[in-house]
């Protein structure tokens, strides 16, 4: 019902976001990752489709279902994001990242299974692309969104994210807030400052969050 009467703020709108945490492996069997459940990207991909436009939703290992009338893909690590996103741009007008993309990578991922030898041991780490901020300098780069999840100095953090990696808006919140939750308590920084959002369903965050990118599209 509710999809039935969301109104169409999106029609003609082509919509690529990512979701979830990504998985970097370490050997076939343990690996890094990051805490995120993938139910705020979720649900904002179904806010976005139930808003009428076409949805490309890249999800990295979470066990949410997909979204009805939503084209997943699904990636293990931020490389495999970063292809598919790149894959999913052309003609899209907006690009969100609310994926918890792991920073670090293994430099090498072992073949076979590392064996425990009791001393202290390192591993070395390689960063990760950072996918958001590579769309959104791009030349022809859609209306670019992000998360910020902090645990402290929420403003400064999320305000600083928005201006380095040039986007439209940043949705922030503090981890405590939001982190595996079902509601979530977000504040919505774009060119005109902070609007504190209430605390609300990831449902209806996400259609709050849907009509602001909505505005700042007609603005574009
Ligand atoms: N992001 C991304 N690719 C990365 C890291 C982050 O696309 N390699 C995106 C996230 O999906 C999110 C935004 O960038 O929309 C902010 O992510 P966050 O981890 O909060 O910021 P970072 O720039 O990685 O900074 P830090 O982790 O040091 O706070
Ligand atoms: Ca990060």
Do not use: W
């Not at 305000?159 to 949705?171: F, M, P, S």
């Amino acid at each position: 019902l509710v999809a039935f009467l969301a109104p169409k703020r999106l029609v003609g709108r082509r919509v690529v976001l990512t979701a979830g945490p990504t998985f970097e492996a370490i050997d076939p069997v343990r690996g890094i990752t990051n805490s995120s459940s993938g139910r705020m990207g979720f649900a904002l991909a179904r806010a976005c489709r139930q808003a009428g436009a076409e949805v490309v939703l890249v999800a990295g290992p979470c066990a949410q279902p997909t979204p009805l009338g939503v084209e997943r893909v699904d990636v293990t690590g931020a490389r495999d994001m970063r292809e598919a996103v790149l894959a999913a741009l052309p003609g899209s007008d907006v690009f969100i990242g609310v994926a918890a993309v792991a920073d670090y990578r293994p430099a090498a991922a072992q073949e076979h299974k590392i064996k425990k030898s009791g001393a202290a041991m390192t591993l070395e780490l390689l960063p990760n692309p950072d996918i958001l901020a590579e769309v959104a300098a791009r030349d022809d780069a859609p209306l670019c969104v992000g998360f910020a999840a902090e645990s402290r100095d929420l403003d400064r953090h999320a305000e600083a994210k928005r201006v380095a990696k040039r986007l439209a808006l940043v949705v922030g919140n503090l981890v405590q807030d939001g982190l595996g939750t079902e509601d979530n308590q977000v504040t919505l920084y774009d060119e005109q400052g902070a609007h504190p959002l209430a605390r609300a369903s990831k449902d209806v965050v996400a259609r709050e969050i849907v009509a602001r990118i909505a505005a700042l599209l007609a603005h574009r």
